[in-house]
């Protein structure tokens, strides 16, 4: 643990253009990329809204208003595409604390060609890798509700630690909410680092696509 901070770059995560091998990370903000997101989510299941604070949504008006809410309330979303293709999920960087260095990764909504893919997977390491190295920053949250099992388990395949959960948290859509937090510091980054990379280089899957070592086997040999 350093005893001394100070953050590498002003300002808050979320105002660049994210690219990897197999996905782009584009401020909502940019011109046109809020249309393409709300026509591309709209085209998923209502399921995909089951844990979300917000949706489904009735139409593409209902969406963007929700996207300027949540521009409003200091999220920074992010579209997440495949390099030159149509958005296919979203992610924020939210609950940001530049004075102390720390930012949740939330509002994590993938649609079905973006679910348990690489790109799906490099999408949150871009997240990180932005939030650590450009920004310098200390600390990455990943919170979903104690209920959602698939969150849960994702956070801790990407390498978070589950630090506890606050109960009767949040009165969400008729119903109470634990909440489960889970965390990530710059000391650990590293490590967390060449585990992504090792987990993204092609020589780990097969010819299909399938992945010759898990993520989680790869953090703990």
């Known amino acids: 643990m350093s005893e001394t901070w100070s953050p590498r770059r002003t300002g808050c995560p979320?105002?660049?253009v994210l690219d990897g091998s197999s996905v782009t990370l584009t401020p909502v903000a940019q011109d046109g990329v809020s249309e393409a997101l709300a026509r591309a989510m709209l085209r998923?299941?209502?399921?995909?809204?089951?844990?979300?604070?917000?949706?489904?949504?009735?139409?593409?008006?209902?969406?963007?208003?929700?996207?300027?809410?949540?521009?409003?309330?200091?999220?920074?979303?992010?579209?997440?595409?495949?390099?030159g293709g149509p958005p296919l999920g979203m992610a924020a960087f939210m609950r940001m604390k530049p004075q102390f260095g720390c930012a949740e990764i939330g509002s994590v909504t993938y649609g079905q060609d973006l679910q348990r893919t690489k790109a799906g997977t490099e999408a949150i390491f871009l997240m990180l890798k932005?939030?650590?190295?450009?920004?310098?920053?200390?600390?990455?949250?990943?919170?979903?509700n104690d209920q959602n099992k698939p969150s849960a388990r994702a956070g801790e395949r990407y390498g978070?630690?589950?630090?506890?959960?606050?109960?009767n948290h949040r009165w969400v859509k008729g119903a109470?909410?634990?909440?489960?937090?889970?965390?990530?510091?710059?000391?650990?980054?590293?490590?967390?680092?060449?585990?992504?990379?090792?987990?993204?280089?092609?020589?780990?899957f097969f010819a299909d696509g399938k992945q010759l070592k898990s993520l989680t086997d790869l953090r703990h040999r």
């Open 44 to 83: 998923e299941s209502a399921e995909l809204w089951r844990w979300m604070g917000i949706g489904p949504f009735a139409d593409e008006e209902t969406f963007l208003a929700m996207l300027a809410e949540q521009a409003e309330a200091g999220l920074n979303l992010m579209a997440i595409s495949k390099p």
């Open 160 to 167: 978070f630690t589950y630090e506890g959960t606050f109960r």
């Open 176 to 204: 109470n909410r634990d909440t489960a937090w889970f965390s990530m510091i710059d000391t650990e980054w590293p490590e967390r680092k060449a585990t992504f990379e090792a987990w993204l280089d092609d020589a780990n």
């Open 130 to 144: 932005h939030i650590f190295e450009d920004y310098g920053w200390r600390r990455a949250e990943w919170i979903c």
């Open 14 to 16: 979320g105002h660049d």
